[in-house]
């Protein structure tokens, strides 16, 4: 170590680098992985906020096959003059903890970085650390190591006609417990930044893989939306809207799909605001009013009518709200900086998203229909919905009615561990299932005729159908919002209908119920189809004997070796068999085949689910077997 004399100016500066080598993780929360790759978010929102000063408009991400990253950037350069304190500033910028964050020509800083503070840290949990900073037609370059170590004052390498700055970096192994670098991690975090800044160009290498990427968006945020919903279905072009209030500026992409989830992202200086904050509750605050305004104004929402919710009329919309907030103005909620708290945001995002939402609107009424006349249903649904339940929340008198009414046959004890709920189609099966069953733990509720079709008649109808109200009560659990599986009476529901396309129909709809109002027990596993058989063959001779066959390769594969007077009878339906042969062939554990029901892709199945209620019985057939895998689950391997 040279001997070099240090000034109490220096003392401080050491002192300041080691504070952070103490407790990194008041600087860069922990020294994990997370931490890790903190610093490379430091040097990048460096180069992000002179990219956002107007400066460069291309930034490369390089890891090394060293453990090094280096961040280049085509801004202005590090300054690298003479500081106050007669060290030359790139040092001070390095080694002086709270360097005053970077001076804007008056523009006002809005980097989310701890710039000018980031740089720092960064250097004192590297083992190594060059800055080189291109301006003023030189190349100038200085070294650290060991935490933030000078190991040689700022050099001249030579002549340059670009300016930018460039620093590698590698993290201290002594401080972080890995310096493993995630391509993915940063790939995500440098193409995030790319929509959030139109047109800048990012790259990123990987030496460890000659992996390279470049991302640019010159619609911003609106390509941002689209990516999201690439896979849904927009039902209009994206909107995008920006202006600037007082110290805040705002910038909002917006699309609506014909879906129901609600996708908001929001960020203040390009960071992620993952709890979202005042701009959030601007933003919704607006939508709100102005389709509520939009709709009254334009006789889409009659005088009586009351507004209408704002989460039923973001139903299906994916949005991005990027605001940049003066660091004066700029406050966070709680600890992390995951929660905008700038109250002056609230009230700017709100006029903004107001005024330019309705101007919008005015030019798309056919959109602004859609939207309310979605949200109306929805809105009525959930009415009728709340309505419904309280009816279907059946009082003490209906429960024994429903009892009385004969319609459930319960298992002898309640044991919600084992105890099956066989869903049966029509009152002979019903009745032969009831006979045939074990009630000591099998449950039997026959269902007459076709359960409501509740995909078209949306819930309110459905819960009034007694055959789903009294479904909803013997399963016990509630439905919808409100459904618990842990109140679920029963471990398996097994729904038994004919193996001809009303009991498939009906199979369906019970399915469709089930996946709209009581997803979890499909989830959860605990919907089964019964597989009655198709055949029943008896084998005249010496003594008469019968065997059942599920498909025509198994009936065919019996005909090959049964005598010639064999009977086959194709069974119809579930009634013609007797208790017995119910009970041996489709209801005895020992013996049947029970189907599992999974729905492979939940959204998929969501966006499907239209097509099973279709009248094209063909379409709703190849759903069934494209969507619904019937699992054959043998007892022994659920
Ligand atoms: C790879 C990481 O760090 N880029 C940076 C600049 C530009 C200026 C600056 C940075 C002065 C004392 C605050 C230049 N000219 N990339 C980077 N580019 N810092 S960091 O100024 C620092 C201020 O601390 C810069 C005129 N104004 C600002």
């Not at 417990?177 to 160009?201: C, G, Q, V």
């Not at 600037?244 to 992202?265: G, H, L, R, S, T």
């Amino acid at each position: 170590m040279e001997n070099k004399t240090y000034g109490d100016s220096s003392i401080t500066i050491l002192e300041g680098l080691e504070a952070v080598r103490k407790r990194p993780g008041m600087y860069i929360g922990s020294t994990d992985d997370r931490g890790l790759h903190h610093l490379v978010w430091e040097i990048i929102d460096n180069s992000i906020d002179e990219a956002l000063s107007g400066y460069g408009d291309e930034i490369t991400v390089i890891i090394g096959n060293d453990t090094s990253i280096t961040v280049m950037d085509a801004g202005r350069g590090v300054p690298c003059g003479k500081h106050a304190s007669g060290k030359n500033t790139m040092e001070v910028i390095y080694t002086i903890l709270h360097a005053g964050g970077k001076f804007g020509d008056g523009g006002y800083k809005t980097s989310g970085g701890l710039h000018g503070v980031g740089g720092a840290v960064v250097n004192a949990l590297s083992t190594r650390m060059e800055v080189t900073s291109y301006r003023e037609g030189k190349i100038h370059h200085i070294v650290f190591e060991n935490g933030g170590k000078i190991i040689h004052p700022v050099e001249i390498l030579g002549d340059t006609k670009k300016t930018g700055t460039t620093v590698k970096f590698m993290p201290d192994p002594q401080i972080f417990s890995t310096t493993l670098f995630d391509y993915d991690k940063i790939k995500e975090r440098i193409k995030e930044n790319a929509y959030l800044i139109k047109n800048l160009k990012m790259n990123i290498i990987d030496k460890r893989t000659n992996k390279k990427e470049t991302f640019q968006f010159e619609r911003g945020i609106s390509e941002y939306v689209e990516s999201i919903d690439a896979n849904k279905h927009p039902i209009h072009k994206v909107c995008f809207f920006e202006q600037a209030i007082d110290k805040i500026e705002v910038e909002v992409a917006m699309q609506f799909v014909d879906m129901y989830d609600e996708k908001i992202i929001s960020f203040v200086n390009n960071v992620h605001t993952r709890d979202g904050g005042t701009h959030e509750q601007g933003f919704k605050m607006a939508l709100t009013r102005a389709f509520n305004d939009f709709g009254r104004k334009f006789n889409l929402l009659k005088e009586k009518d009351p507004n209408l919710e704002g989460s039923d009329l973001r139903s299906g919309l994916t949005a991005i709200i990027s605001v940049r907030v003066d660091e004066s103005v700029l406050e966070f909620e709680g600890q992390t900086k995951g929660k905008l708290g700038t109250p002056l945001a609230r009230q700017v995002v709100d006029q903004v998203t107001y005024d330019k939402l309705t101007d919008y609107l005015t030019n798309n009424k056919d959109l602004a229909e859609k939207i309310i006349g979605k949200a109306i249903v929805e809105y009525n649904a959930r009415a009728a919905a709340r309505k419904a339940r309280t009816q279907a929340r059946l009082d003490k008198k209906q429960k024994n009615e429903i009892n009385l009414s004969g319609k459930l046959s319960p298992a002898g004890e309640r044991n919600r561990e084992i105890n099956e709920l066989f869903l049966v189609e029509g009152d002979s099966a019903g009745g032969s299932a009831k006979k045939g069953r074990d009630r000591r733990f099998q449950a039997i509720l026959p269902l007459r005729g076709k359960i409501l079709n509740i995909e078209k008649t949306g819930e309110d109808n459905a819960l009034k159908n007694q055959e789903i109200a009294t479904m909803i009560y013997t399963i016990g659990a509630d439905y919808g919002d409100s459904f618990d599986i842990k109140k679920c009476n029963y471990k398996k529901i097994i729904i038994m209908t004919d193996a001809d396309d009303d009991g498939a129909h009906i199979q369906v709809l019970l399915l469709t119920f089930f996946f709209r109002y009581m997803r979890p027990l499909i989830e959860d596993g605990r919907v089964y189809v019964a597989l009655p058989p198709l055949f029943k063959i008896v084998k005249r001779g010496k003594k008469e004997e019968t065997i059942y066959a599920w498909t025509n390769e198994e009936k065919e594969e019996i005909l090959k070796h049964a005598p010639a007077n064999t009977i086959v009878q194709r069974y119809k339906g579930l009634g013609e068999m007797n208790a017995d042969q119910l009970w041996d062939t489709t209801m005895n554990p020992e013996t049947r085949n029970l189907i599992r029901v999974t729905i492979d892709d939940l959204s998929d199945a969501e966006k499907q689910i239209d097509t099973l209620m279709g009248d094209d019985a063909a379409r709703r057939r190849n759903w069934l077997e494209s969507n619904v895998s019937f699992t054959l689950e043998d007892e022994e391997g659920e």
